[in-house]
C-alpha cells in the first residue's frame, strides 16, 4: 500500500501532536506515581481531613497573618480537552491549616480520574502545614488539579488576611 505525501505528513503530524499532548501531561515524576495503585474516590465527593475541629465561618483573629475560619474559593484550570474546576475548602487555626475539603466537577471521564486522585491525596499535602507553606505541584500523580487548587488557595489567603 502506497500512501500519498499529504496523507504520510498527516499521519506524521497527527503523531507529533499525540506525543506531545501526552508529554505535557506527565513531565516529571513524582514518588506518588510509582507507588501502588489504590482506589480513589469519585472526584464529585469531596473528602475531607481535619487536624482540629473546624469553624463554620471566620471566627477571629489569632494573633497571625490570617484569621481563623474557614474560607471557600474555586479554581480552574485547563486540560487539553476542557476548562475544570474545583471548590476548596480551608480551615485556619493561628495559620495553620486544619482541614481542607476539595470537590471536583468533571466535564471529561479522564478528569474524573485525576480530580479523584488529587482529592484523595491533597489533605496529607496541606493538613498541619502554615497556610504561607503550602506550594502543591503534583498531588498522587495529578498534575494539572493543582494549578486549581493553586488559583484557589491564593483567593482564600487574600480573603483570610488579618
Do not use: N, W
Not at 109 to 126: D, K, L, N, R, W
Amino acid at each position: 500500500m502506497t500512501l500519498s505525501p499529504a496523507a504520510r505528513r498527516g499521519s506524521a503530524l497527527a503523531g507529533i501532536a499525540g506525543t506531545l499532548l501526552l508529554a505535557g501531561c506527565a513531565t516529571e515524576a513524582s514518588s506518588a506515581e510509582t507507588s501502588a495503585e489504590t482506589s480513589a474516590p469519585s472526584s464529585t465527593t469531596a473528602a475531607t481531613a481535619t487536624a482540629a475541629p473546624s469553624t463554620a465561618a471566620t471566627s477571629g483573629t489569632s494573633g497571625g497573618a490570617y484569621k481563623d475560619g474557614t474560607y471557600t474559593a474555586d479554581g480552574s484550570y485547563q486540560t487539553p480537552e476542557t476548562v475544570e474546576r474545583i471548590s476548596v475548602s480551608i480551615t485556619l487555626s493561628q495559620d495553620t491549616v486544619t482541614a481542607v475539603e476539595v470537590t471536583g466537577d468533571p466535564q471529561a471521564s479522564e478528569t474524573e480520574h485525576y480530580q479523584a486522585q488529587f482529592i484523595s491525596g491533597i489533605a496529607a499535602q496541606v493538613v498541619g502545614k502554615k497556610l504561607d507553606d503550602i506550594s502543591v505541584s503534583r498531588v498522587s500523580g495529578s498534575s494539572l488539579t493543582s494549578k486549581g487548587f493553586t488559583q484557589a488557595l491564593d483567593t482564600i489567603r487574600s480573603e483570610a488576611k488579618g
